[in-house]
């Protein structure tokens, strides 16, 4: 029971446990029960005792250790070399990755943590980097802990293996001293050509030698499998260097552009820290797809009462460098536009308060009090928008301000629009502000109260508005996903070296007709070692 309680295995079976009965309820139960309290106290003192077995065990071990070394530097190689070790870490960073991916979300203001979790856990997340985690700092610490321990103990094991595999060391001759080492099998052979020519033929290369009446044969194929795990151990460090260059260098923020302008600075973090991005975004135009337009544009049919249901956001946007366009595409919901190590994602959409378009209706206002010229009065039309000025006959306008709903502004925002705007008209080097309602009797009315426009000649009367819409996107940058790529192609073919290929080795001895054939295989050996035979009694067979 003692060495039970002080195994490695108890300790991490016991802390799996437990993190899941944390982890259930943090995130599964909103007011835990007694039935939840029993098992968390059973599982906090399993986890206890395992802790404290491991830890009297690890001491223990590691003062037996140090004094058999001698000194630090052998002791601390032997530590990073541990296989425990990186079962240990990787535990760590899959609990970790899976609350930052699954339970947590990322990069959030604080009082979105507030909303969902409630004051308690809000804080306790904020102050452990929860919030944050694949940018915290024992993430990173982990990362870089499990590279040191990968290297060191592939530095450890190599040598070994490459004197054993590559080395002067190998046995090449099945002597009378490798015999009692290899421990080879009898049989009959009539042609040592015939066994050659089927070493041969399975891909084996083959060396002979001659001595006292004697052939010795040593074939080998499959050498370079013996280094497949090193190449999964390099693929697992460039994908770790990858990873940990995005946790240092790589940004995510949130990056609001009105329809028809340019914006380069997103927004980063719970604190909204301003980034400069280094190029800029112009939405040309954001639109929302309903189901019947989506289904026009493919070509196929949609039920009628789906068709102004809405499908999907999308939003046409041009990349700008020192002003000049460089790259255009299109963002969708589940379909990002790609620019370099840049990922920008449709994330959000709303109305800027702005006007995107409106038509105005010019009406000369002394034509239109006199009945017989009244329909002479419209003088002509224009359109204008927020941030353009629009130059009219002999007035230049603008837009001043809008409201979206003039009875119920929130409602506005929220898509009902009853729009009052006040346009800003440069007329014979003087300034005046005209308001427009969307009721032309409202226009009228409140026209009348503005005694600065008793000299002004017209009445703007609107004809069709357009609100301005936002797209909130989010902008991603990852410079470490290139190295991560090439990390995982080299992992692919790392795997399949060590897989699907197989070091093997053959020792003959011929003496007459009597042949004593020794086998090795990293993989299969019994398998290969019936096959060869069954092999060799076809040669003597023929």
Known sequence: ????????????????????????????????????????????????????????????????????????WSFLYDFFSSLKLAIFIMILLGILSMLGSTYIQQLQPFEFYLDHFGPTKAVWFWKLWLTDVF?????????VLLAVNLIVCSIKRLPRLWRQTFGSERILKLDEKAEKHLKPVSVRIKDPNALINLLVEKGFKVFKEEENGKIYLFAEKGRLSRLG????????????????????????????VPEGETENVMFVGPQNKPVKLPFAVHLKEFRIITYGEEAQEKGVKVAEAFKEAVASYRSSIEILEKGKKVAQGTVEVNDPFVYRSYRIFQASYGLTGGVKEMGVVVVDKEKAQKEERAHEAIVGRFTVGSGKVTEF????????????????????????????????????RKSYNVPVIYDPQLTVFIYSQFEE??????????DGFIPQFYSGFQVSFHPGTNVIWAGSILLVLGMAVAFYTVHRKVWVRIEGETAKVAFYSHKFKEEFKRSFLRDLEAIKSS
């Open 1 to 72: 029971m003692r060495s039970l309680v002080q195994s490695f295995g108890f300790f991490t079976a016991t802390f799996v446990v437990f993190s899941a009965v944390i982890i259930y309820g943090l995130f599964h139960t909103d007011e835990p029960g007694i039935v939840y309290w029993i098992v968390f106290s059973l599982s906090a003192v399993a986890f206890f005792i395992g802790l404290s077995g491991i830890l009297y065990k690890g001491v223990k071990d590691i003062l037996k250790d140090y004094k058999k070394h001698g000194n630090l």
């Open 393 to 428: 006959k002999d007035m230049l306008v603008s837009v001043e301000r809008v409201l979206l709903n003039i009875h119920n502004p929130d409602a506005g925002f929220e898509g009902d629009l009853a729009p009052a705007v006040t346009l800003k008209v440069l007329l014979n």
């Open 453 to 462: 426009l008793q000299d002004f000649p017209y009445v703007f009367f609107m």
């Open 229 to 256: 795990v090193y190449i999964v151990h390099i693929a697992l460090l460039v994908i770790m260097a990858g990873a940990l260059i995005d946790a240092i260098f790589g940004i995510r923020g949130f990056l609001p």
């Open 135 to 143: 940018h915290s700092w024992y993430y990173i610490g982990l990362i």
